[in-house]
């Protein structure tokens, strides 16, 4: 069985994230949505909050499964036995970023291979930072996230 993990802090969740997991179904047999959880970070939404709302979004993918985990992202891998880390692209600058930590999880995990999914050109603005800077301003964010999420916001 195909397992993988998309690991991100998904506060919140966007339309880029649901469709970078969407493209990676046909590739596994179980995609995990893991909440990284850093307890320094003051996030926007708590981590239960962010759990129920990826498993809203994602209620119909019974590939997916969402959970929160705290600690090395490869060690994380090897607990629930996923042997590939899906991770999205948007920017040149991202691929740089993601290329790095890729090269430092293989060092640490050989056995766990870094898939990389380049956006859609429409998405590829598209980060958590930017609407949560957005949400803090009332902005309109519905064009941004998934219909599902915004109930939790």
Do not use: W
């Not at 995990?32 to 709302?53: A, D, H, P, W």
């Not at 985990?69 to 629930?80: A, D």
């Not at 970023?97 to 999914?117: C, R, W």
Request: charged share 20%; glycine share 8%.
């Amino acid at each position: 069985m195909k397992t993988a993990l998309f690991p991100g802090s998904f506060d919140p969740v966007t339309k880029a994230h649901v469709d970078i997991l969407k493209r990676s179904l046909d590739l596994f047999d179980k995609v995990y949505v893991g909440i990284g959880v850093n307890s320094t970070k003051q996030g926007l939404l708590t981590v239960g909050q962010r759990e129920e709302m990826l498993r809203a979004v994602f209620a119909n993918e019974p590939k997916v499964h969402v959970i929160a985990y705290e600690g090395l992202t490869v060690n994380f891998c090897k607990s629930i036995g996923a042997g590939y880390m899906i991770r999205g692209i948007r920017t040149v600058s991202d691929f740089e970023y993601e290329k790095a930590i890729a090269q430092m999880n293989h060092a640490l995990e050989p056995e766990i291979e870094s898939i990389f999914i380049v956006s859609k050109p429409g998405y590829s603005s598209i980060s958590s930072s930017i609407v949560r800077e957005i949400i803090r301003y009332n902005g309109d964010v519905t064009q941004f996230m998934p219909k599902e999420a915004i109930p939790y916001l």
